[in-house]
C-alpha cells in the first residue's frame, strides 16, 4: 500500500534552516503525498506553492522543501501530489526545483544547490532561458506562462518592426 500522507515526512531544522525529511523509501514515480490544498490564496509567500496562473496554496509541512536543480521531487500542481524524481533513500532531505511552479519568486535567492546544472539565481521560470525550464518538469500554468510570453514577444517585434 502506497501512503500518500505526510506523516511519512518529517521537519529538520538545524540553526534556524529547515528541511523536509523522508522516512521511509521511494521509488521513482511513487506518490508521495497530497499537496494541501485548503487554503488558497492569490498572492505568494514564503509558504506557499504556486498551483495555477494566480493561485497559491499554503502546504504546511512541505513549506520546508529547498530548493534543488537536481531535484528528487516533483510537485505535480494538476493533481495536487508530490512524486518521486527518482529513488529516494530513507533519511534523505527532499528537494525540487522552485521554477517548476513558481513563475515570479516573492523572495529570489542565491542558489547553492552546486548541481552541475545550476541556475545560480532562483528567481521564478519567467527569468530562466528555455533551454533551461525544457530540462526540467513544469507545472502546467507555468508551460502556459511560457507560451504567453513568448507570443507577446512576438507581437511586441512584430510592432517594433512596424508590420
Known amino acids: 500500500m502506497v501512503s500518500t500522507t505526510m506523516e511519512t515526512l ?17 521509488k521513482k514515480g511513487e506518490v508521495i503525498c497530497v499537496m494541501p490544498s485548503e487554503n488558497i490564496m492569490d498572492k505568494p509567500n514564503r509558504f506557499t506553492v504556486q498551483i495555477a496562473k ?7 509541512k512541505l513549506a520546508a522543501l529547498n530548493h534543488s536543480c537536481d531535484p528528487n521531487v516533483i510537485l505535480d500542481t494538476e493533481n495536487m501530489l508530490m512524486i518521486a524524481r527518482r529513488d529516494i533513500e530513507k533519511g534523505e532531505e527532499l528537494s525540487f526545483f ?5 513563475w ?18 532562483v528567481a521564478g521560470a519567467r ?10 518538469y513544469l507545472s502546467k500554468h507555468i508551460r502556459e506562462q511560457m507560451i504567453d510570453l513568448l507570443n507577446n514577444t512576438k507581437q511586441h517585434l512584430k ?5
Do not use: W
Not at 518529517?10 to 521511494?26: A, C, D, G, P, V
Not at 510592432?159 to 508590420?163: E, H, L, R
Open 54 to 60: 494566480d493561485k497559491h496554496t499554503h502546504v504546511g
Open 98 to 102: 522552485y521554477p517548476s511552479t513558481e
Open 159 to 163: 510592432k517594433i518592426q512596424g508590420k
Open 10 to 26: 518529517s521537519i529538520r531544522t538545524e540553526n534556524k534552516f529547515r528541511t523536509l525529511i523522508t522516512k521511509q523509501t521511494y
Open 127 to 136: 527569468f530562466l532561458p528555455l533551454s533551461t525550464l525544457e530540462t526540467q
Open 104 to 121: 515570479e519568486m516573492q523572495a529570489p535567492f542565491i542558489c547553492l544547490c552546486g548541481a552541475t546544472n545550476c541556475i545560480h539565481v
